[in-house]
Nanobody, 121 residues
Framework: QVQLMESGGGSVQAGGSLNVSCAAS???????WAWFRQAPGKEREAVAA???????AYADSVRGRFTISQDNGKNTVFLLMNSLQPEDTAMYYC????????????????WGQGTQVTVSS
């Protein structure tokens, strides 16, 4: 079993930036990392994914503003969020898979507990 621990959420004004991170509780081979988000009353959506080789994919709504990156040696993934807007307000979840193809919305093996991001206008 792998536990994912997120940190770095918070509140920011529109146009601001936040950097959230997520670390696995122990070292294990992970094929994909992703960040999902869920706003109140909406379905959870995938916003970014990264494979072990560094290939990335982004939802149209965040492309050009968000950057996903990873530290394979530390089993950690990051999401740098720039030019945040009120519509980015959501609970952000990191997720990972231990095998399989990596693409936006891949089948998840492990979920983090979530970190809240709130953007005020």
């Amino acid at each position: 079993q792998v536990q994912l621990m997120e940190s770095g959420g918070g509140s920011v004004q529109a146009g601001g930036s936040l950097n959230v991170s997520c670390a696995a509780s122990r070292y294990t081979w992970l094929s994909c990392w992703a960040w999902f988000r869920q706003a109140p009353g909406k379905e959870r959506e995938a916003v970014a994914a990264i494979d072990r080789g560094g290939g990335t994919a982004y939802a149209d709504s965040v492309r050009g503003r968000f950057t996903i990156s990873q530290d394979n040696g530390k089993n950690t993934v990051f999401l740098l969020m720039n030019s945040l807007q009120p519509e980015d307000t959501a609970m952000y979840y990191c997720a990972t898979a231990v095998r399989g193809s990596c693409y936006l919305g891949f089948p998840v093996d492990y979920w983090g507990q979530g970190t809240q991001v709130t953007v005020s206008s």
